[in-house]
């Protein structure tokens, strides 16, 4: 797949960057513009983009994050070539993501979005539970792995901790990996993740 993501360039003077690297006027600076009031207001609503391979996951999605006014869905797409495309066009706040998608892998995905756009949050929503791929996701800059079946609240409250930086795995899925990585340590067991290098071994210590 051609490497088509394009951050958008700096633009000076009296302009900043808008969706797709399109130019638009600066605003107005808080409390700067005559007979605007500096009353706290409620934060912007966090722009999410849904990419799934299924249609009817994605419609799902998007009808349960219209329920809580903290987000709003500026775009979804099916498949990887889809996701460059919205991505560029949107520069949405958060993405949750499959892992598999029908024409390429949403972990490599993540990493081209993290080099292109490293402010974007990426969150993966899988029924994929493999421990290499959870390993994987995060080492490529993904800020979460929560398998499919979480409840809404939990995906709620995911969403909006990584939206602030934290970072959410599934319990689900770090029990498995975090036994294989105490085994490792014990050197009571040498398998494929026994090659991890320390900064590997370091992401893994902040998963768990």
Known sequence: MSRDLHPPEHIGGSCQ???????????????????????????????????DGHEVVRLGLVAMLKQHAGFVVVAQAGSAAETI????????????????????SGISMVREIKAAY???????????????????????????????????GELVTSLEAVSRGGSRID???????????RRIANEHLRDDLAGLTGTEREILGLVA
């Open 118 to 152: 490293p402010a974007i949050r990426v969150i993966m929503l899988t029924s994929c539970s493999d421990e290499r791929a959870v390993f994987e996701a995060i080492a490529a800059g993904a800020s979460g792995y929560l398998l499919k079946g979480t409840k809404c």
């Open 17 to 51: 960057v808008g969706f797709g690297g399109m130019a638009r006027p600066a605003t107005v600076a808080r409390g700067q513009r005559a007979g605007v009031s500096t009353q706290r207001t409620r934060p912007p609503a966090l722009r999410v983009l849904v990419v």
């Open 171 to 181: 319990p689900r899925v770090t029990g498995h990996l975090l036994d294989r990585i």
């Open 85 to 104: 495309r919205v991505t560029n066009a949107y520069l949405p706040d958060i993405i949750v993501m499959d892992v598999r998608l029908p024409d390429g």
